[in-house]
Structures are given as structure tokens and as C-alpha cells.
């Protein structure tokens, strides 16, 4: 990004590794490692999107050109698909291969990774990022819904790094996080489907360097006609920028002759579409000169550029399927290994280098796939799965001609998981959705209302009230909050919203008060003002303008209001956490009725409240 002043890329690669000229914050150990008959896999999406007057989180985001945004210009927040009120995040992946019947799933595992210093943050100025919500939420434990599973499990996760509590990375104060999933893989009755991955915490709004979050699963499996592999997977933490990270992989042997396979995949937190310089290459004791790899869809000169690839095409088996995540990579790629330029024969060392012109990446998680023994009567393979015309067809790689199989695929597990894919993937975001995304907002209203509204009388300590008071409505222009007429001491537990355009909206700000009052008093009518008591926050008169009881819909309503040239400032009701957004405060009651009076000497024309504060101490 043109102004971006430190980026943070999380690099997720499959390997054995041992490392050299890098800045070790972790260090790598091996996670998991086997000799078999078989392949790996992954599937990976991200959890932060962009949020807009015209899209919701939830809306793929698919800008690939020049004038594509990046993280760091635009409120990032929570893509939320599901209809479960128990989750604040969540995105999916399907997993699917040819000749399922055949493949036993041996290990799987999940990565989780962010950037969260802190709940919720926004720009002030230029270069200036500013939290704020502070509260920075535990974020090693999430959901995980399985395939063909109604309900979600908990999965708790194992703590890679922590940048906050590193004083090089607190600024984005990235984390990685790992858990081991085979045993609930393994007892399902069919691990082939889509999986959905909820609550994985990241900073909303803005932060230094832009925010980002996602996770990658990766899986290996038995298939007995396949050829042997070495297949290697390892996490810690190092970083490296303009200084070159050397990986070198060994404890495997190359063929003696013929060609030689290798298989990487990996993810990266924060790499972006515009910014160019992310290198990745490949080096052995063959080709001590390195090369830079790259894929159809990934340049040379920007291998990570936050896009999803599985080979050589953009994973669309995914919701949101964004061809531009904002800020997440993940890939698996077979290397181009052509007259064995990259690895020979009979070697057991290679390297991957990580280098970036200007920007530092932070890896954590890699591992390998590498042919170590041949089938004795391989056929290459020059098929490929792909989804066309509504359904999943094995297709030529070369001409994209459908293959006509010796046996039907009628009744196989490929089309079972066909048909099982297109109901649960097309129906649900290719026929409609525009229908998914309202349905996915009007549920983010119903948590809110849900978790938060309650009677005052059960959360508030007492406070002496002089009159009730009212917030007001800031809801989008082109969403309405109806409200009913309730008593003035308790909050409204019927809150409807009324969209008037079939256009994908924003998550409504819903403001929730104590108290119920026209702001603005009528002729010889006394003016309504409550009074708040054990606050941190300085005595006095405060000239409230709404108040929420989410913090994102705060954040956004308080950078509407320094667009517009105001200095708006907010405080936490500690009895029900509601947030008291304010324009201004003074010492005496004359003065704050004044400042009402004269709408804040003309710069505010909207409704205000006196909501007086730690007075009666």
C-alpha cells in the first residue's frame, strides 16, 4: 500500500525445515511427519471483509485491478455466513477429491491467524491508528462446524506466538494459533464436504499495517494407488524482510531416476494484491541459484497477494469465495520441477527462500509433499476436478474436455459429493444471494437484540434519574429501525428492520439506551437529563449523541462523525457495557443547556442528550 508502513505477512508452508539467516522468535519444531502412500491437501478461508455502504462482509470481494482497496484504507469486519447466534465470525471450505472411496484420511490439523492488538480501532489523521475498543479477547479457542454436522464443536488450540507480548510485533500484534482435528475427522462418516470454521477473533475497524484473519486446514490421506510420500509439516515463528529467510528441507531421498514431484502448499497473513515484492523460490544442491516459483494465478513478482489458489486456479469452493481476501493467502501448488531444474535425482536437501523488497513477513507453519518411491506402473494423471454447469466433473487439464470414466460416476462418491456441494454450495450462494446476505444481516440484529437488550433493572446499579433521556436513531439511510412504544425505564425488546432496497447493506447501527426522551424539549418544557454515577470517566455534563452496545457499530458511527469535522469521544457504562458516544462536556448544567440550545454552536444539528457523569461522588 502507498502509505502502508509495516506489513505483516504470516507465511503458513508445509515443510521439514531447518533454518538459517533468520530473525527466530519461535523456534521450528516438527509437528507432523509420515511416509505413505498418499497425498495432502488443504482448504482455507478468510474471516475479516471489507464493510461498505454497498456490501456486507459477507459479499465476496473480487477486485483485482489497479483501483482494488487494500486493508489498511477501509473498515475491515467479521464475515458471518451462518444463522447461529453463538458465533460472531465464520466463513466455509469444501474438501473434496477424486476416488474419495479410496482415501483414508490420516491427520488433519488447523491454523488460525490474525492481526489483533485490540477489539476495534480506526484512523485518526494520516498515519495515526487508534484503538477503539482496548479489550483484546483470549482467541485460542473456536468453532468448528463438520460435514454433514447440524451442530458446531469447540476446538481449543495450542498458542504459536503472540505478538502483543513481543515488543517487534505489538503494533499489529499478530498470532498464530494450531490444533490437531484428525480424531474428530476420523469419526465422521464422511470427511468429504464443507466445513465451517466460527468465531476467530481479529481487530475490527482499522489497524497499523491493515487487519486481516483467516485459517487453513491441512489433511493427509492413504490412497493405496497412489505413489509414496514424505509428506512434513512444522510451526514456530521467524521473520524476514529484505534479508533473505533460507528453509532447508532434509530427512528425505529423492528418486534415482525419472522425474522428481514436490508438492508445497501454504497460507500468508497480510500479503496484498497491489503491493508487489513477496518472493517465494526454490533452491537445491542442484540449483544453488535460486529460482522464483510461481503459478498461473500468482506472478513472480507477487507470489502473495491475497487470493486462495488450489494449483493453478482460484478455490471457488468457498463462502465467501472473495477472489481478493484483503489481506489472506493460502495455496497448495505442484512445483514445476521440468527436467528436474529445481530437485534432481538421489538428493536430500533443498531450500525455499522468503525475501520481500521493502515489507517483512513473519512465517510460522510449513510443510512438504515429496515422491520418495514410484508406482510400478504410473500413469500420469491429466484430469482434474472442477465444478461446471451445477455439478463437479473430472475434466482434462489440457483441453477442459469433460473425461468419460471406464465405470459411471452415477451413485459414486464423487457424485455423491456433487450433489451434496450443490446443495449446500450453490444453493446457498449462487441461486440467491442476495437473499444469504440479508438473511446473515438480519441475524447480526438478532444477536444483538438477543445478547444485549435487557431491563435496566436487572444490569444497572442505581442511579438517580432527574428525567429519562433518549439516544438517537443512527441506523444506515437506507435501513430503518422500528421502534415500539415501551415504558421509559426499560430497553425495547422488539426491534424489526425494514430493508427498502434488495442491495446488500451494511450490519445496521442499532443504538440501545437506559432511558426513552425527545432529545430537544418543547417550548416551557424542562429538559430531560440522567445521571450516571462510578464512571471512569471526569465529572460533568456530557452531551450524548447515541449510544450502542456493540462496539464495531460505535467505532463506525464515530468516524461518521469525524468526517464531518467533529471530535467525538466515548465511555463504557462498566453495569451493562454500553458505550456512551459524546461530543462534549462541561462543569455546569447552564453551559451543557446552552451548548443544547445552540446545537453545539451550529456544528451539530442532531439530536443530544445531558447525561450528567460521577457528579453525585
Not at 127 to 141: I, L, Q, Y
Not at 438 to 456: A, F
Not at 461 to 486: C, H, L, N, Q, S
Request: glycine share 4%.
Amino acid at each position: 500500500m502507498n502509505r502502508k508502513r509495516c506489513k505483516n505477512l504470516f507465511l503458513l508452508l508445509f515443510m521439514s525445515v531447518s533454518w538459517c539467516h533468520a530473525q527466530m522468535a519461535i523456534p521450528f519444531k516438527e509437528r507432523y511427519k509420515v511416509n505413505v502412500k498418499g497425498d495432502m491437501a488443504i482448504i482455507a478461508n478468510s474471516i475479516l471483509n471489507r464493510i461498505d455502504k454497498k456490501n456486507s462482509p459477507n459479499d465476496p470481494y473480487n477486485d483485482q485491478s489497479i483501483d482494488a482497496i487494500t486493508n489498511d484504507e477501509i473498515d475491515m469486519e467479521y464475515i458471518d455466513i451462518d444463522d447461529d447466534n453463538q458465533t460472531f465470525s465464520s466463513s466455509s471450505a469444501a474438501l473434496f477429491q477424486k476416488e474419495e472411496a479410496s482415501k483414508k484420511i490420516i491427520y488433519a490439523g488447523i491454523y488460525w491467524s490474525a492481526t489483533y492488538k485490540y477489539e476495534s480501532g480506526y484512523k485518526k489523521g494520516e498515519d495515526k491508528f487508534v484503538a477503539f475498543d482496548k479489550t483484546r479477547e483470549s482467541f485460542e479457542e473456536i468453532l468448528v462446524k463438520f460435514p454433514d454436522q447440524k451442530e458446531y464443536k469447540t476446538i481449543k488450540g495450542e498458542i504459536i506466538f503472540d505478538g502483543l507480548k513481543n515488543k517487534k510485533f505489538k503494533d499489529a500484534a499478530p498470532y498464530a494459533v494450531y490444533a490437531d482435528i484428525t480424531q474428530q475427522v476420523q469419526e465422521l462418516g464422511n470427511p468429504f464436504g464443507f466445513y465451517t470454521v466460527a468465531n476467530v477473533r481479529a481487530t475490527q475497524g482499522t489497524l497499523i499495517g491493515g487487519s486481516a484473519a483467516g485459517w487453513t486446514m491441512i489433511f493427509v490421506f492413504e490412497d493405496l494407488s497412489m505413489s509414496e510420500k514424505f509428506i512434513v509439516s512444522n510451526d514456530g515463528f521467524a521473520g524476514a524482510s529484505s534479508e533473505s529467510v533460507n528453509v532447508v528441507f532434509k530427512g528425505f531421498k529423492t528418486l534415482p531416476e525419472g522425474n522428481v514431484h514436490v508438492k508445497l502448499a501454504g497460507a500468508a497473513l497480510e500479503g496484498d494484491f497491489k503491493v508487489d515484492g513477496d518472493l517465494f523460490m526454490f533452491g537445491s544442491t542442484k540449483n544453488k541459484d535460486f529460482t522464483n516459483v510461481k503459478t498461473i494465478t500468482r506472478r513472480y513478482s507477487n507470489f502473495f497477494d491475497s487470493s486462495i489458489t488450489i494449483e493453478d486456479e482460484q478455490f471457488r469452493y468457498r463462502i465467501p469465495d472473495s477472489k481478493n481476501t484483503l489481506g489472506y493467502d493460502s495455496f497448495l501448488t505442484t512445483l514445476s520441477n521440468y527436467n528436474n531444474r529445481f530437485v534432481g535425482n538421489n538428493l536430500d536437501e533443498a531450500t525455499v527462500r522468503f525475501k520481500s523488497s521493502g515489507d517483512v513477513f513473519y512465517l510460522f507453519f510449513s510443510a512438504m509433499a515429496i515422491e520418495t518411491k514410484p508406482l510400478k506402473e504410473a500413469q500420469e494423471d491429466n484430469t482434474k476436478l472442477v465444478y461446471q454447469d451445477d455439478k463437479f466433473k473430472i475434466v482434462d487439464k489440457s483441453t477442459n474436455k469433460e473425461v468419460v470414466q471406464n465405470q459411471p460416476l452415477q451413485g459414486s462418491d464423487d457424485t455423491l459429493l456433487a450433489l451434496k456441494a450443490k446443495e449446500a454450495f450453490v444453493k446457498e450462494t449462487l441461486e440467491n444471494p442476495k437473499e444469504i446476505v440479508e438473511k446473515t444481516q438480519n441475524k447480526s440484529v438478532e444477536k444483538e437484540i438477543q445478547q444485549d437488550s435487557k431491563p435496566i433493572g436487572d444490569s444497572k446499579p442505581e442511579t438517580k434519574k432527574e428525567i429519562a433521556v433518549k439516544p438517537i436513531d443512527t441506523t444506515p439511510k437506507k435501513e430503518t429501525v422500528v421502534k415500539k412504544e415501551e415504558p421509559k425505564t426499560s430497553i425495547k425488546n422488539e426491534v424489526s428492520t425494514q430493508t427498502q432496497s434488495a442491495e446488500p447493506q451494511p450490519k445496521p447501527v442499532l443504538a440501545v439506551s437506559d432511558t426513552l426522551k425527545t432529545a430537544t424539549p418543547k417550548e416551557n418544557e424542562e429538559l430531560e437529563i440522567e445521571v450516571l454515577n462510578d464512571i471512569d470517566s471526569p465529572k460533568g455534563y456530557y452531551l450524548v449523541v447515541n449510544v450502542f452496545n456493540e462496539r464495531v457499530n460505535a467505532a463506525r458511527f464515530m468516524k461518521s462523525l469525524r468526517d464531518n469535522g467533529l471530535d467525538p469521544n466515548y465511555f463504557t457504562n462498566p453495569a451493562n457495557n454500553y458505550m456512551y458516544v459524546y461530543l462534549d462536556y462541561v462543569s455546569t448544567k447552564q453551559e451543557a443547556e446552552k451548548l443544547i440550545e445552540n446545537k453545539l454552536n451550529n456544528s451539530y444539528t442532531e439530536e443530544m442528550w445531558i447525561l450528567i457523569v460521577n457528579m453525585n461522588k
